[in-house]
Each structure stands twice: as C-alpha cells, then as structure tokens.
C-alpha cells in the first residue's frame, strides 16, 4: 500500500511537471501585454505570411505576431516586457526583408516592422553641412536624394539601394566603393540604439563604444538601430563607367588589386569604384550593358575561353577625365574595353531597373540561394581553379550574376563586430542567383560543395551574410573575435531575445 502511493504520488508530481513545462513552452499570449502594446501587436494571416518569408524565399518561419510601432519608446517597450516574461519571446527587427537565409525572421515571436516609424514621424532623414542623421527603418535611395538636394552624398554603398539602414549596418554595407572608404560601418559617426534589455542608449567611438563596436556588423544581436549619423561628401555629376574585359585571372586580379592601391593617394588616376564580374560560357549571356554591335564578338570571346573576367572601373567626375590615364598599364584584351558616361544618382540606382523589369516577369519574388565569402588574396587563385572554373564552370548550372572583387582591410575598423580574412587585401565573392523552387535544390548543393572545397584545402574564407548550422560553425566563423562577441551578447542581450533568425545562439 505504501509502495502504491508512494508511486501515485510521483506519478501526479510528474503530471504536475509535464503540464509546467508544457505551459511554459506555449506561445506568450498577447493578453499579457500591456494596452498601449497590445494595440500594434498584429495577428491576421496576411500580416504573420507577410513576416514569414524573405527575399530568399528558403526558410519560412512564422512569427507568433508583427509589431507596428508608432515611435521608438514603443520598441523599447515591447523588449522590456519580454524580458519581464518567465520565458521571454524573441524578437526580430525587419526593415526591408532583404536577408536571404531568414536572418529577419523569429518562429512563435515577434516581428517588429521597422518601416512603421516611417509611416507616423516626421524628419527621419535629416542632412547637415558633413553628415546625415537617418532613422534606422530609412532606404538608402531616400537618403541618398535627401543628401543630393544639398549637394552631399554618402561615401560608401551598397549596389542595391532599397535597403533599409539598420539592415545594412548590422552587416557591413559592402560595394565597389569598400577599397577607399571602407564598408558602410566604417561610416557611421554616432548611433541611437534600443539594446536586447529596452535601454534607449546613444554611442559613438567616444561614448558607450563597446555598444557601438558592437552593434556595427553586430548581426541584430545587441540591439536595434534607431538611428545612424552617417558620413557626407561632396556629391559628383557624372560616372565615368567602364568594362574591360579580360580571358586571364591572373591578369585580372593584379590590375584589381593596382586599381585599389591608389586609394585617393593620387586623385586623378585613383577610380572611385572598383568591382569584378565574371562571363560565363553558360546561357544566358546577359550583354546588355555592351553596343549591339559587340555583342558577337562578346560571345565569341566567352565561346572560346569558357569564362571572362570584367573589371567594372568608376571615375567620378565633374570634368571629363582622360579614359587613357585611368587605364594606363593595364592588360585587358586589346579593344575590349567599353564606356558610358551616366549621372551619379542613375549609376548608384543602376540594379532597380533591373529589379523593376524582373518583378514584371515574375522573376523577383523567387527563391535567392546566394553565397557571400570573403577570400584571402593569398588564395584567391586557388578559388578560381577550384570554384570558378572547377565546380561552377563543370556542372552547367547557370551561375547567375558572380562578382569578385578586392578590398583593403585597413578600411575596417577591427573593433567592430563584422569579421574579415587576416590578410591586408581580401576579395568579395558573391553569387548572386535566381531560380524556380524546382531547381533550388541543386544551388544549396553546389554552394554547399563550395563550402566544403574551401574548407578542405584552407581557403581561410569567412561568410558575409552568413547562415551556419551549428555553434561550432559560427565559433570558427567569428574566429578570434568569438570571445568578444559573446560577452557582448551577455552585456547587451542577456536573455538572447534578439535576432534569433540568424542562429547563433538561439
């Protein structure tokens, strides 16, 4: 008999305990939120569908609501009163969904919508005499025409423009202009930032830097970006856009890497932007930058070395410059050199034409299984014979757009969370491709063969944008800074709320 209830006695206990972790376990209910959160707390089936995807178009989670907030202190709000919860409920800013691996993304959380601050203040974008204050939900094409009108523009960009701010900061911001000015990050005066505890905190390189250092390429996880002050320049008229074409990697490579020494030591040859692409012998050979009347000879080229490699050299200018002095000493293919000469605004803005023609096709709102690296200069080569040539060449799946070009470490600031190669010059690889869902299969395995060639013959790459599958991924991943980057998550995010898409440590 004592046995007996001795053993009901455990059983009711462990009953008791099942349906506690159970409880616990079940989505936070909206009820407990206080009334002024519970108003913009969004739940219909359009809005979480919405939330639930991205640009990628791979991974799918489904948030337990969307955030609208009307200010700030609403933000604030809502992270305090998740880490208030037994079990606080994630949370995951989302300007403009452009992630491509569901870094924007929380399952059973919350999505707060950054671009509602847009909808309901005013003078979010607000332009000095050398720097521009921009709420964190703000596009950069609005920054950009906002600065234009006083004659100033930022330094550093992105190739695509319709990216919110606090996205690009809490990555890199990465284009043709990183070799001389550095990525976005190494832009930013001064930020206001909502940390993973709702503290409202203002830091620069000189006040709360840790935060600071932290947020800039910190991947959401230490707090959301309210606000940037952003570097200006003088803004130029014109581009001077070339392509010159090359059928040697090694040539290529060397005249990327003269391009980017000059590093505005000497302004008249020094180009403003400098990135690389390649042609592949695969269809479709997009030539439409190139006349009509090149095309064929184009395409015999690319026919008979299989791939070609383009430097896409940029000079501003207000000023005509002399075409020969910018490529002097340079060993393109004789005569396959080709210029435009486009407003500054219409060369920055260049991919939303494409964009635009894609949508109308139907081909934007597809599946995007890109893979971003940084390479060492040092292997580089190495890449190009085992990648480039030895695995998307062979297989015959249309690559896509694939851009390799160099930058200089020195332009980044290592206290910042953002992680590079350790190697002075290091190169941006990005393949950039589009598919239908029944071919998405087939581009995860090439980028995961990719992976696993640079891993096996020490490439020393890192991801940009990155997506790991395990802790010890992202240990390697973030290196020597792993240490620092965990502290800080422990500073500024003790109870991991936010930015759990991207995996590292929820």
């Known amino acids: 008999m004592t046995s007996?209830?001795?053993?009901?006695?455990?059983?009711?206990?462990?009953?008791?305990?099942?349906?506690t972790i159970e409880s616990q376990s079940q989505p936070w209910s909206p009820l407990d939120a206080p009334k002024e959160l519970l108003q913009m707390l969004i739940r219909d089936p359009f809005t979480l569908s919405l939330a639930s995807t991205d640009f990628g178009h791979i991974i799918h989670?489904?948030?337990?609501?969307?955030?609208?907030?009307?200010?700030?202190?609403?933000?604030?709000?809502?992270?305090?009163?998740?880490?208030?919860?037994?079990?606080?409920?994630?949370?995951?800013?989302?300007?403009?969904?452009?992630?491509?691996?569901?870094?924007?993304?929380?399952?059973?959380?919350?999505?707060?919508?950054?671009?509602?601050?847009?909808?309901?203040?005013?003078?979010?974008?607000?332009?000095?005499?050398?720097?521009?204050?921009?709420g964190g939900e703000q596009i950069w094409i609005d920054v950009l025409h906002a600065s234009l009108e006083k004659g100033l523009t930022p330094l550093s960009w992105t190739d695509y423009l319709y990216l919110s701010v606090g996205g690009t900061l809490s990555n890199a911001g990465i284009s043709g202009q990183t070799f001389r000015f550095g990525p976005q990050i190494s832009n930013v005066h001064e930020l206001d930032v909502v940390t993973g505890e709702g503290d409202l905190v203002t830091c620069s390189t000189k006040k709360n830097s840790e935060l600071f250092y932290a947020v800039l390429g910190g991947l959401g996880q230490f707090g959301i970006i309210t606000r940037a002050r952003i570097a200006l320049g003088p803004a130029p008229q014109k581009v001077k856009w070339l392509h010159l074409l090359y059928n040697n990697f090694s040539a290529f490579s060397e005249d990327q890497e003269h391009l980017i020494s000059f590093n505005g030591i000497n302004e008249s040859n020094a180009p403003n932007y400098v990135e690389g692409m390649l042609l592949l012998n695969q269809p479709p050979l997009d030539l439409s930058f190139y006349p009509e009347t090149d095309r064929p000879r184009i395409t015999s080229l690319v026919t008979q070395y299989d791939i070609i490699y383009i430097i896409e050299l940029i000079k501003y200018y207000d000023i005509n410059p002399e075409i020969e002095t910018l490529v002097e000493g340079l060993n393109f293919v004789p005569t396959y050199i080709f210029e435009k000469d486009v407003l500054y605004e219409e060369f920055l803005n260049r991919v939303h034409s494409d964009e635009v023609t894609l949508r109308q096709q139907g081909l934007w709102d597809i599946p995007h299984p890109w893979l971003n690296m940084f390479v060492p200069k040092s292997r580089i080569a190495d890449f190009d014979e085992g990648v480039f040539k030895g695995i998307i060449l062979k297989q015959n799946i249309t690559a896509g757009l694939a851009i390799v070009y160099p930058t200089n470490k020195s332009k980044w600031d290592d206290n910042m969370s953002a992680v590079t190669?350790?190697?002075?010059?290091?190169?941006?690889?990005?393949?950039?491709?589009?598919?239908?869902?029944?071919?998405?299969?087939?581009?995860?395995?090439?980028?995961?063969?990719?992976?696993?060639?640079?891993k096996d013959v020490g490439i020393g790459m890192k991801q940009y944008l990155p997506q790991m599958k395990t802790h010890e991924e992202w240990v390697e991943q973030f290196g020597h800074k792993w240490e620092v980057f965990e502290k800080r998550k422990a500073q500024f995010d003790p109870n991991k709320i936010l930015s759990p898409g991207q995996g590292i440590f929820n």
Do not use: W
């Open 61 to 134: 989670q489904t948030p337990f609501a969307v955030f609208a907030p009307s200010s700030i202190q609403d933000i604030s709000k809502l992270i305090k009163f998740s880490n208030s919860l037994p079990i606080p409920f994630t949370i995951a800013a989302r300007g403009r969904g452009h992630s491509v691996n569901g870094q924007s993304m929380t399952n059973d959380g919350v999505v707060v919508n950054m671009t509602e601050l847009n909808n309901n203040n005013n003078n979010r974008i607000v332009v000095f005499d050398d720097y521009v204050d921009v």
């Open 4 to 19: 007996y209830f001795l053993l009901s006695k455990t059983f009711i206990i462990l009953l008791c305990l099942i349906h």
């Open 421 to 454: 190669p350790n190697e002075e010059i290091f190169y941006v690889v990005s393949l950039l491709r589009t598919t239908g869902f029944d071919k998405l299969e087939e581009f995860q395995i090439q980028n995961q063969q990719i992976l696993q060639f640079c």
